[in-house]
């Protein structure tokens, strides 16, 4: 029987690998190794669970926390309970206990019992010698994860480590990662499953954001017991959707990985890559959600273009350490011309996962044409900045010219943030490690 699930140091890594059965193609299968290591499962720090025991859900979802925080928050967790047609949201936590190594025996019942289950993380490294996964830069992701663990000084750095040790975890359990039926351990980015369902909805961070999507998850037939969910339960309740619309469960819905398989890396004891589950939508149902979301849309400036790959080749010499990069020529006849130009190529770079900044002394330079920087001067890049096109990418939302202008201490000014539509968070995970115009 399952007893435990470990992800252990790596001098126990080789080991364990020779003798798991690892792709067991469904939740339920059973490891060799578990016995071998029952007697000691006492002594790992376990995953908690807050589940009412008497409720079943066959497709569950995970928004994945940092659990290196020191304010490690419990992870929301959503189960999709089918009651005959109907399909009922169950909500609860998850919650890391203190310890360097996992044992998520506490949740195993819970996860066997389940078709799938969908985590809000990435489940491996990229390739070695790539700073960002195949699945990330086909979506336009936000969030890059390289080819090396990351510092937990990092921003995401402890999120991402989170979520590599949670994968491995299962996977040392015998259970499939990312198998080809869609039907266990996979991940998903919910960014990337709400801008597929309704092209415009306003920030989940706003009131209105949230409601829109509950609207959006009644109309695909889940009925949303919690009468205010927060923008985490309604990211894991996405996940989840994911999982049952991969059951063929949700009329209208199919789901496509993006991304290369996920493979065990031997040599340096980690999984790397892997897809990221999307969901595509028919036309039909693609009306329905537009229609029932428009009282929210109204309320949104008028539509942007949204970005979600380039294939426009950089122009610009990139290092991973914010170190500087070198000035691109911009050509436009008027400083509107030349802002559109610098905006194109950042946003080039960004989605190729290359993510470059620009300094107000730099912007200044080869936009206003002035060599000496000067506040007023600053104050007037900043306003033409704020002008400029806006576009949507996944993980960001809209952002403008002004997303990639920095100061002295590479972050955007103080008021940069009062009409942002990503918190100061999210933009640090976009941009960690960018190279830097001055």
């Given at each position: 029987m399952v007893g435990s699930i470990l992800y252990m140091r790596t001098e126990s890594l080789r080991s364990l690998n020779r003798e798991a059965a690892f792709d067991c193609g469904c939740l339920g299968r059973r490891s060799p190794i578990i016995s071998k290591l029952h007697c000691v499962a006492e002594e790992w720090r376990s995953v908690q669970s807050t589940k009412p025991r008497m409720t079943t859900c066959v497709y569950l979802g995970v928004d994945v926390t940092d659990r290196f925080s020191n304010a490690a928050r419990?992870?929301?967790?959503?189960?999709?309970?089918?009651?005959?047609?109907?399909?009922?949201?169950?909500?609860?936590?998850w919650s890391w206990e203190p310890g360097d190594r996992i044992n998520v025996s506490a949740v195993l019942p819970e996860v066997r019992a389940a078709r799938s289950l969908m985590l809000d993380a990435p489940q491996g490294l990229a390739q070695v010698g790539c700073s960002i996964r195949c699945s990330e830069r086909t979506l336009g992701a936000a969030g890059k994860t390289g080819d090396t663990r990351p510092f937990l000084t990092q921003p995401y750095g402890g999120f991402i480590g989170s979520s590599l040790d949670l994968f491995a975890a299962f996977h040392f359990a015998g259970l499939a990662i990312s198998p080809a039926s869609m039907l266990g351990i996979c991940?998903?980015?919910?960014?990337?499953?709400?801008?597929r369902l309704a092209r415009r909805i306003p920030n989940k961070h706003r009131l209105a954001g949230r409601e829109a999507r509950v609207a959006i998850l009644q109309v695909l037939g889940v009925a949303i017991p919690t009468a205010a969910p927060t923008h985490d339960q309604l990211d894991a309740c996405a996940a989840a959707l994911v999982g049952a619309a991969a059951d063929d469960r949700i009329p209208g819905m199919k789901v496509v990985p993006v991304g290369d398989p996920v493979w065990w890396d031997t040599t340096h004891n980690c999984l790397r890559e892997g897809p990221i589950l999307i969901p595509q939508i028919d036309a039909a149902l693609a009306g329905r959600l537009e229609r029932i979301v428009a009282p929210w849309t109204s309320m949104l400036p008028p539509p942007r273009r949204r970005i979600t790959n380039t294939s426009r080749k950089s122009v610009m010499k990139l290092s991973r350490s914010m170190e500087p990069a070198v000035r691109p020529v911009l050509a436009g006849a008027t400083r509107e011309d030349r802002a559109g130009e610098?905006?194109?190529?950042?946003?080039?770079e960004l989605i190729d996962g290359r993510p470059t900044l620009c300094t107000y002394r730099a912007g200044v330079a080869m936009i206003l044409g002035y060599a000496k920087y000067t506040p007023a001067y600053g104050a007037q890049l900043i306003k033409l900045a704020t002008q400029s096109v806006t576009?949507?990418?996944?993980?960001?939302?809209?952002?403008?010219?002004?997303?990639?202008?920095?100061?002295?201490?590479?972050?955007?000014?103080?008021?940069?943030?009062?009409?942002?539509?990503?918190?100061?968070?999210?933009?640090?995970?976009?941009?960690?490690?960018?190279?830097?115009?001055e």
């Open positions: 419990p992870m929301d967790v959503c189960g999709l309970e089918m009651r005959g047609n109907d399909i009922i949201a169950c909500f609860w936590t991940e998903v980015y919910p960014a990337a499953i709400w801008t610098l905006f194109e190529l950042l946003v080039a576009l949507e990418v996944d993980g960001l939302g809209e952002i403008k010219l002004d997303t990639f202008l920095v100061n002295q201490n590479y972050q955007p000014g103080d008021k940069h943030w009062e009409n942002a539509t990503y918190s100061q968070a999210e933009w640090d995970r976009a941009f960690f490690g960018a190279a830097v115009i």
